[in-house]
């Protein structure tokens, strides 16, 4: 018996195909109150993929976030989506401030400039 909380390498027996694996990886993904801790002796590698089903239900949530927001975006006014434009642009321009700019590192002068 496995101590509690160290997940077994995931392999398909001799000759099974991907099903077997992908049983075995769709119970891993549906025990989300399962965390992962390494057992340091062991040495073998889990490996651990979405499945067909994970995927068609991240498909599923995406494409019905995508309606709902359709649907809160038409119950909107003209103020109200002008209004929403210049929120996002204003946090727009406040990331790309932030965002350093690989060719001109910040300064590391802090005197208050060049005597």
Aim: glycine share 12%; net charge negative; proline share 10%.
């Amino acid at each position: 018996m496995q101590p509690r909380g160290v997940l077994e390498p995931i392999s398909p027996p001799d000759g099974a195909g991907a099903d077997a694996e992908g049983e075995a990886l769709d119970g891993l993904a549906d025990a989300d109150h399962l965390q992962r801790r390494p057992d340091p002796g062991d040495r073998r590698e889990v490996r651990l993929a979405p499945t067909r089903r994970t995927l068609e239900r991240a498909e599923g949530v995406a494409r019905g976030v995508q309606a709902r927001g359709a649907e809160v975006t038409a119950q909107l006014t003209d103020g109200e989506l002008h209004h929403l434009a210049v929120g996002t642009a204003a946090v727009r321009r406040v990331l790309e401030r932030r965002t350093p700019d690989p060719d001109h590192p910040p300064s590391t002068d802090h005197t208050g400039g060049t005597p």
